[in-house]
């Protein structure tokens, strides 16, 4: 089904000091996909979103992009290319409405220049088409209802979905999530994920995610990939990952 990788990543390897955190990581997202890492703390994860979204250099080896070599690349043209991060704790302007939140995020507004806002016909249509893809994006998110609210009124699960929202504003192709279920009750988890499966189906876009929270997840992914001090040690169906020795001595504790 899925046979066209949007990310590779080939050898990566990264250290500090003395200790290996990525140890020739070799990884295929596949666009379209929603594929899951995962892995228990100190296995090297949050080292290689650091390395895919430009935060950190690897010492050896290569990330691709859409065919492109992206190694190394500051964030801001990482971003600016398509690759969007949201982290852990979401951080929206707390003050703004969902939908004064979304609307920051969309690109190259020309209503914001100090030199174009005074001349509103050069840019109303613009700001039409923002209003228009917000609303779109807040009904696939079911956040619609929510418009006119203050971001700090949302509930946990409800912040996670505005910081997807706000990536998808930028018209990203791939967005990474750090944990899009941390903190999340049970029933709001499962309602987030298929947030991401209608996402992805509706709109093209792939997700790469680190999770915890593996009883629930796992029905909703695609692929998944297990790392083990800075090593890839399972990939498959969440089925194959989940139930492999390896995977089951090296993380889920035997």
């Not at 250290?15 to 892995?39: E, Q, Y």
Request: without cysteine; proline residues 6%.
């Amino acid at each position: 089904m899925y046979t066209d990788p949007i990310l590779a990543i080939r050898g990566v390897r990264k250290s500090f000091g003395g200790l290996k955190a990525l140890d020739g990581v070799d990884m295929d997202v596949n666009k379209g996909s929603l594929t899951m890492l995962i892995g228990p703390n100190g296995s090297g994860k949050t080292t290689l979103i650091n390395v895919i979204s430009g935060f950190y250099r690897p010492d050896e080896g290569k990330v691709l992009f859409e065919g492109k070599d992206i190694t190394g690349l500051p964030p801001h043209k990482i971003f600016h290319m398509g690759l969007v991060r949201t982290f852990q704790v979401p951080s929206p302007f707390i003050k703004l409405t969902v939908l004064e939140n979304l609307l920051t995020a969309y690109p190259g507004n020309p209503g914001e220049s100090f030199l174009k806002a005074p001349f509103r016909k050069a840019w109303a249509k613009k700001e039409e088409e923002a209003v228009e893809r917000a609303f779109r994006i807040m009904e696939l998110l079911e956040l619609d209802h929510l418009w006119d609210q203050p971001s700090y009124a949302l509930s946990g699960g409800q912040l996670k979905l505005l910081e997807i929202g706000r990536a998808l504003m930028t018209g990203a192709r791939m967005i990474l999530l750090d944990e899009p279920a941390s903190g999340v009750n049970p029933a709001l988890a499962h309602k987030l994920f298929s947030h991401l499966v209608k996402v992805k189906d509706e709109l093209g876009v792939t997700f790469f995610i680190i999770e915890h929270r593996l009883e629930i997840a796992a029905k909703y992914v695609d692929y998944v990939y297990a790392m083990v001090q800075g090593r890839v040690i399972s990939q498959g169906s969440a089925d194959h990952v989940l139930k492999d020795p390896a995977v089951i001595e090296g993380y889920l504790g035997g």
